[in-house]
């Protein structure tokens, strides 16, 4: 088997089927044949599994009792692939004709690429930003304290890349990324402390470490709709975000640094706080998410003792 698709899912069956709908169309596009797509789905309560089933036979599905979370949901399903490359994929995404081809000739032809990612698109169609430098507690404090504005230390500065030449960067967004079957092997699969977020910084990590060197790839476009399983479950979700960038700086930069982490957290969550009356200035849909913003800003604080 050339590839292997993975795709974990969770309470998104309508997008789940259209995104398998768009992975088939490309494979029939591109006349490749031997590719597998593979479905765990993580305790949906939405049926999504059914639909999909029906429509691509094909696909194999993995339906797991109770929600194991998104790395070992990966895991689970990378355990039971066999292609050359393995291809992690979002429920939420939808790839543009030509995706495929397009990520496989990349690796193909770059035998030190570890792994390649394509350009994520919003809904809309305008560029998401899918690639990032590996975080630093500096680069984390610069982008807390919103200074990318100023200069882009803890982002990289996307719309000024050309779209039709790959770039090298350090940390791919989990929502599409191709890695070799060989990276896997040596490096290891995704690590499973990491229930969601952060796993893919960590196998971005452990790949680059071993000399692998990673690729965005622009030619090759997905279009991803973003947050659609963790906005059911937003604050719970926002908080494990800074619980995973917590759990990261312990694992990969000791204790010391994971404190240092929670106090710069504190410190960016405070001044949100201080700010947050400004957020009744604004109007509409812009003043809800700055006053919901602010009260989630607000719980972490209360919880940082905690992570």
């Not at 993975?6 to 494979?27: F, K, M, P, T």
């Not at 429920?91 to 081809?101: H, K, Q, R, W």
């Not at 990289?156 to 896997?184: N, Q, S």
């Not at 937003?234 to 404190?259: D, N, P, Q, S, V």
Request: net charge positive; glycine share 8%.
């Amino acid at each position: 088997m050339k590839l292997s698709v993975v795709i974990v899912n969770w309470n998104v069956g309508e997008l789940l089927h259209r995104c398998v709908h768009s992975v088939v169309a490309d494979q029939v596009r591109s006349g490749m044949t031997d590719i597998e797509i593979i479905v765990v789905d993580n305790a949906s309560s939405d049926g999504s599994l059914a639909p999909v089933a029906a429509a691509f036979p094909s696909v194999r599905a993995i339906q797991n009792p109770e929600n194991l979370g998104f790395a070992r949901g990966t895991n689970q399903a990378i355990r039971h692939s066999s292609g050359l490359y393995v291809l992690l994929l979002n429920p939420d995404t939808e790839l543009l004709p030509g995706a495929l081809s397009e990520m496989m000739r990349f690796m193909d032809t770059h035998p030190g690429a570890g792994a390649a990612g394509a350009m994520l698109l919003n809904g809309d169609g305008s560029l998401q930003v899918s690639a990032y430098p590996e975080p630093t507690l500096f680069r984390e404090a610069w982008r807390l304290f919103h200074l990318d504005g100023l200069w882009p230390v803890g982002s990289y500065h996307m719309t000024a890349w050309r779209t039709d030449t790959p770039r090298e960067v350090e940390v791919l967004m989990g929502a599409c990324i191709m890695v070799r079957r060989e990276v896997l092997d040596q490096c290891g699969l995704l690590d499973e402390s990491h229930f969601i977020y952060s796993e893919d910084q960590d196998l971005c990590r452990k790949l680059r470490s071993k000399g692998w060197r990673i690729f965005w790839v622009p030619l090759a476009r997905v279009r991803h709709y973003g947050g659609q399983s963790t906005k059911q479950v937003k604050a719970e979700m926002f908080l494990r975000l800074y619980r995973e960038k917590i759990a990261y700086f312990r694992t990969h930069h000791g204790r010391g640094a994971a404190r240092t982490y929670k106090l710069v957290l504190f410190a960016a969550s405070m001044a949100r706080q201080i700010m947050s009356p400004l957020a009744l200035l604004f109007r509409g849909n812009r003043r809800d998410r700055a006053l919901e913003l602010a009260r989630l800003y607000r719980r972490l604080v209360r919880e940082l003792r905690g992570l």
